[in-house]
């Protein structure tokens, strides 16, 4: 099993040197990756329609994941960097290969594509993609992406892809870079089944987890995959989740077959890196008690 952190993207705030010691903190306290969420523009609440509700407006600050861990990857030595997710099919998918391969060679192969094709309509529009066939896309890009990562040149012809005998370089470490994908609807179970190499869950709680991981395990064999080689990603979020509890759910968890556990210290009133990282060493406690059972 594996823990990591969720960089906590709106709450950190814009100093790199804070960015900087927190992601060697969590490296130094034995964590194995760190995890940033993906928005890129926000709207504003105001606006005609309304954004009642929203979880994140244009006051909500994000920053570009593959940036910060281009910057994080020559600071940190053994850490990974997942996106968690990364709104895949509002941005161009061959920029996203370059993208991804950039930080990849840089990082030594520490990259964990996360994709989902999200709920923000406002963001489609801004960049100019097509909200309705934001599905449809994703699983194109899911090829698009591994042959440009694993072929010097490209030849590819599809419904939303065009690729005429091109291709990036360098290449990533990883022969491919491994994709994993949020969500939890059937369409979105279905899809990462026969495309994906693991499942970054949005469950409310471990019983909801556990249901639906039943049916995605159910969708892989019927893909003729092996789900004990399909990853599984679970969040303990400090609003929800008592920290007494931590250690038991850790144990429900890797009893379920969960590959990750990653510990969300935002929504929670901490202001700046120090807050979040007293937390996030109270989880190292929690996970280095299940480690030292194993």
């Keep these: 099993m594996q823990f990591g952190v969720v960089f906590p993207q709106t709450e950190i705030g814009d100093d790199p040197i804070a960015i900087r010691d927190y992601a060697q903190t969590a490296e130094g306290l034995g964590f194995d990756y760190l995890l940033a969420f993906d928005h890129v523009i926000?709207?504003?609440?105001?606006?005609?329609?309304?954004?009642?509700?929203?979880?994140?407006?244009?006051?909500?600050?994000?920053?570009?994941?593959?940036?910060?861990?281009?910057?994080?990857?020559?600071?940190?030595?053994?850490?990974?960097?997942?996106?968690?997710?990364?709104?895949?099919?509002?941005?161009?998918?061959?920029?996203?290969?370059?993208?991804?391969?950039?930080?990849?060679?840089?990082?030594?192969?520490?990259?964990?594509?996360?994709?989902?094709?999200?709920?923000?309509?406002?963001?489609?529009?801004?960049?100019?993609?097509?909200?309705?066939?934001?599905?449809?896309?994703?699983?194109?890009?899911?090829?698009?992406?591994?042959?440009?990562?694993?072929?010097?040149?490209?030849?590819?012809?599809?419904?939303?892809?065009?690729?005429?005998?091109?291709?990036?370089?360098?290449?990533?470490?990883?022969?491919?870079?491994?994709?994993w994908f949020g969500g939890g609807s059937q369409a979105t179970l279905r899809r990462m089944a026969r495309l994906g190499d693991g499942w970054m869950t949005n469950a409310g709680n471990i019983d909801q987890l556990s249901r639906g991981l039943a049916t995605l395990r159910g969708y892989i064999t019927d893909?003729?995959?092996?789900?004990?080689?399909?990853?599984?990603?679970?969040?303990?979020d400090l609003r929800r989740d008592p920290e007494e509890e931590w250690p038991g759910m850790i144990e429900r968890l890797a009893a379920l077959g969960v590959s990750h556990i990653s510990i969300n210290t935002m929504n929670r009133g901490l202001v700046g890196a120090a807050a979040h990282l007293e937390v996030v060493q109270r989880f190292a406690h929690a996970m280095g008690g299940y480690s030292q059972q194993q």
Aim: net charge neutral; proline share 7%; glycine share 10%.
């Design 42 to 179: 926000g709207a504003n609440p105001d606006r005609p329609g309304g954004w009642a509700n929203r979880p994140y407006d244009y006051n909500s600050m994000f920053h570009e994941p593959f940036v910060l861990f281009g910057y994080l990857a020559g600071l940190t030595e053994r850490i990974r960097f997942v996106t968690g997710i990364l709104i895949s099919p509002q941005r161009q998918t061959v920029l996203l290969a370059k993208q991804a391969a950039a930080v990849d060679v840089l990082s030594r192969g520490r990259l964990t594509l996360g994709i989902g094709v999200g709920w923000n309509e406002v963001e489609y529009t801004a960049l100019n993609e097509d909200f309705r066939t934001r599905g449809r896309r994703q699983a194109e890009q899911v090829d698009v992406l591994r042959a440009l990562w694993t072929q010097r040149l490209v030849n590819f012809e599809g419904q939303y892809h065009t690729i005429p005998d091109a291709g990036l370089y360098p290449l990533p470490v990883q022969q491919p870079i491994p994709i």
């Design 223 to 236: 893909a003729g995959r092996d789900p004990a080689a399909f990853g599984v990603d679970f969040r303990i």
